[in-house]
């Protein structure tokens, strides 16, 4: 398969990244399915594009030739069947759970064609834990996207030792084509390339946190200010989520057995009180 056999993408999971991506490559061009077993969640995507488009229209971002196109390439499905049954390229943004994923993997295996290459958007599960549910090992790789999908450039392809050279060759492809900027990792490294950055500035972050050093606002006024970073560690964690942050953490520990990978007190307080950050209105800030 080539880059120019790919024509149709579904997305698996219509969440904040999930929706995303999917807006992302109907903009490119290519027609798009974006499905999700919670109603509500569709509803919510489908709103978002609503809302979206003429905004970025109304500031110049996009023509409304751009919008429209977009919009006359993306649908949006429940059924599993419908979204990837004919596609060529499938990119999964379900929940940080192996358990799942790997279930999910098993049924995009049985539905789409052959051909088709199966990607994860996991931010730190490697597609090698996931391909062997599926018949097509060489065809699975990791395209892990940033928040917001829309607006940030960069894209980590990594090549598991079970992926071939052409499926990861396709998806660095497939990044240009969506207008964004793909490094292709040649060996899985857990956590990838940034995510291992950003997970060592935010354990140090959270531990001075708790250590009743500064205050969650303050590390974030120092961060950005000083270190030039666009937002700080804990409004960060925020907008990706805690409940993310906590199950991608919690994976880890229950992956290495070590005291030391276990999520910081912080976040499991958060996350037990479902303090989630943006998406519940209130995290380590309020958005009420």
């Not at 971002?61 to 993306?74: R, W, Y």
Request: with cysteine; hydrophobic share 40%.
């Amino acid at each position: 398969m080539k880059i120019e056999d790919v024509k149709k993408i579904g997305v698996v999971g219509a969440g904040i990244m999930g929706h995303q991506i999917a807006l992302s490559a109907a903009l490119a061009g290519y027609k798009v399915s974006c499905t999700d077993i919670n109603p509500e969640m569709l509803g919510k995507a489908e709103e978002f594009a609503r809302t979206y488009f003429p905004e970025r229209v109304a500031k110049g971002k996009l023509t409304q030739q751009q919008v429209d196109l977009a919009m006359a390439n993306i649908s949006f499905t429940q059924s599993l069947e419908e979204a990837i049954g004919d596609a060529d390229f499938v990119i999964e943004a379900a929940v940080e759970k192996i358990n799942v994923k790997r279930d999910l993997f098993a049924n995009l295996d049985e539905i789409a064609p052959p051909h088709a290459i199966l990607a994860t958007n996991s931010s730190f599960i490697v597609s090698s834990k996931i391909a062997d549910a599926t018949n097509r090992p060489d065809k699975v790789c990791n395209m892990h996207f940033f928040n917001p999908a829309l607006i940030m450039k960069l894209v980590e392809v990594v090549q598991g030792p079970h992926t071939s050279t052409e499926t990861a060759q396709i998806t660095m492809e497939l990044c240009e084509k969506m207008g964004k900027n793909g490094v292709w990792l040649k060996k899985e490294i857990y956590g990838f390339l940034v995510n291992r950055i950003l997970v060592a500035l935010h354990h140090e972050a959270q531990f001075l946190a708790e250590m009743g050093i500064a205050t969650p606002e303050e590390i974030d006024l120092a961060v950005t200010n000083a270190l030039g970073h666009p937002i700080g560690p804990f409004r960060l964690i925020d907008l990706t989520g805690i409940d993310l942050a906590y199950y991608v953490t919690m994976e880890h520990y229950q992956e290495t057995g070590d005291p030391k990978d276990k999520p910081s007190p912080l976040i499991v307080e958060k996350f037990a009180k479902g303090e989630w950050g943006r998406k519940t209105k209130k995290g380590f800030y309020s958005y009420e």
